[in-house]
């Protein structure tokens, strides 16, 4: 069967409730796409978000799903992935939710190498709660919190993830499907934590920061002589304040957490003592 044929298996039949011109339906179509050409069972899959537009994804799905608390979809898929290794663990959110809220937990992941996808939808807005600056949201914008101007600058996410240890980072756009599609294929195929921060407008509160015409124009593929495994140069890309560069900007290999608990266990049981006695003999 063809990668195509089995795109609808994916799709609960829950229709998406995102506003009319929402760059999440595109996100959605990559990202159900990307499952399709992996292949994976449903069964395999569990996709797990915090709170927002961007969350609730996973309804629309038909794979296990866990629509978390607002911020903690990080440490819930962490929590996943430990309780069962052989789910292929994506996680979907907003930049509020993993940037604000959740900020505290995305350097921990990204560190500690869990072996998840992280996508990361970046409107620049808080899009549900209906329009309130995020971490994302350019210096002296005007939104419902900030009438006479932002005074913060934003946060660079794709570079924040590099520095913080991910990976794999990479940075897409809602408009580009089938680029999107690829740069979560290889994500989800990367054993280690994935970070995919996805440029999207919210057609109802931030069509400013996020705006697509704008985009398209300022956007460059990655070129291909890029270094991936180059971390400064990586950074350099993601940092470009001229051009917006789209594609894989870092990824190396390194033991997730995973592997690290597996030696650990190895470790615990060559140790492990074989008579109560020996056992007690230790704390005389
Ligand atoms: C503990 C807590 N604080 C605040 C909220 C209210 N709230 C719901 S969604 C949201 C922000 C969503 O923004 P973002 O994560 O960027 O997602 P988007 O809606 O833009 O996709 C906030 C503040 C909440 N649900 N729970
Ligand atoms: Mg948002």
């Known amino acids: 069967m063809e990668a195509q044929d089995r795109f609808c298996e994916y799709l609960s ?10 760059g999440y339906y595109g996100i959605l179509a990559a990202l159900v796409e990307a499952f399709a050409e992996l292949n994976l069972p449903t069964k395999e899959l569990a996709l797990i978000s915090g709170i927002g537009c961007a969350s609730r994804l996973p309804y629309f799905v038909k794979t296990y799903g866990f629509h978390g608390i607002h911020g903690r979809a990080l440490p819930i898929a962490q929590g996943v992935k430990t309780a069962n290794p052989d789910l292929t663990v994506v996680v979907v959110g907003g930049d509020g939710d993993g940037l604000a809220i959740g900020g505290g937990h995305f350097p921990h992941v990204a560190r500690n190498n869990v072996d998840l996808t992280y996508l990361l939808f970046n409107n620049a807005i808080y899009g549900m709660t209906k329009g309130q600056f995020s971490p ?16 913060g600058d934003a946060i660079n996410p794709a570079a924040l993830a590099i520095m913080y240890g991910a990976s794999y980072v990479a940075r897409g756009f809602s408009v580009k499907k089938e680029h999107l599609r690829d740069l979560i294929i290889q994500g989800m195929r990367h054993p280690g934590f994935s970070f995919i921060e996805i440029l ?26 890029h270094d991936t495994e180059d971390r400064m140069a990586a950074l350099r890309l993601a940092s470009d304040e001229k051009q917006i560069h789209l594609g894989v900007y870092y990824q190396s290999r390194r033991p997730s957490l995973e592997d690290k608990f597996k030696e650990m266990q190895r470790l615990a049981q060559a140790k492990r003592e074989t008579s109560l006695d020996a056992l007690v003999k230790r704390y005389l």
């Open 13 to 22: 039949g829950v229709s998406p409730v995102w506003c009319p011109g929402c």
């Open 200 to 225: 999207t407008s919210c057609s109802s509160f931030n069509t400013i920061d996020m705006n697509v015409a704008r985009i398209i124009k300022d956007q460059t593929l990655v070129d291909k002589d």
């Open 136 to 151: 994302t949201t350019s210096l002296f914008s005007t939104t419902k919190t900030s009438p006479f101007g932002l005074p």
